[in-house]
């Protein structure tokens, strides 16, 4: 578990992260959204012990990450791939970093194979691809199997086998009662992989809840074989339709089940029925313009 109550960082008369307070449950995938300069990466670094915070906390399982007895068996983080020796082997680098953590020998083999660096493991960091750094990143991240993962950007250099690959890590993580936060501007990604969503602009949360019911819209959306015969119905009992050129009619401020109980009333036949949605593009500008 995450949890983060009234995190602030201040750099002289400049808040850069103010008051920030979210719960991040065992068995969720995060999505944390920002533009750049809004406190995303700030934060993820107070969360993770690499920055001081001015005021608040930030838990992992109940401790700062600094109390932890063994940090990296508790929460693995990516916040920067090319934080790497560029003249090691991905091989030595994670070989160091398991001797550093007590891991078995073997854990590393078995993990350069689950990022499909085997083939890449004896070459120099230094030679290494962004995408080839990005999983080497997440192989150090997962050494010690810890419960809690927090990724900044982490597909960043990615192809698209890579990014599902990426995608079915962390649902396997979450499914297996691990808490993971995910930082992206693969907003497309995001809505795929992710359970919740944060999102903070200028330094303070402007959502935090369940994805489903940021981009649930207040509406309905209703194709009809008689579109306009459906909306005049619709009309008479208080609910206009807006009618796209498509046939499409929009109902605004109207659940699925009301109109439907309207359409079968009137025995029109319906081809589509379901409820207004957001794009998370929209979402995401939308609230960051608010702040």
Known sequence: ???????????????????????????????????????????????????????????IGGRPYADLPNPPAVLGALLDASAVHPGRTGLAHLQILADTLGVPAGRVDE??????LTGAAKRRIGGYSLGMRQRLGIAAALLADPDVLVFDEPSNGLDPEGIRWLRELLRERAARGGTVLLSSHLLNEVEHTVDRLLVISAGRIMADAPIGELLHGNGTVVRAADPAALAADLLRTGLPAERGTDGLLTVR?????????VAAQGGHALIDLRPTEHGLEDLFFQLTAAA
Do not use: W
């Open 1 to 59: 578990m995450i949890s983060v109550s009234g995190l602030t960082k201040r750099y002289d008369d400049r808040t850069v992260v103010d008051d920030v307070t979210f719960t991040l449950e065992p068995g969720t995938i995060t999505g944390f959204l920002g533009a750049n300069g809004a406190g995303k990466s700030t934060t993820l670094r107070m969360i993770t012990g690499l920055v001081p915070s001015s005021g608040g906390t930030a838990l």
């Open 111 to 116: 993990l350069l194979e689950q990022v499909d």
């Open 253 to 261: 401020g109207a659940t699925p089940a009301q109109v439907g109980a």
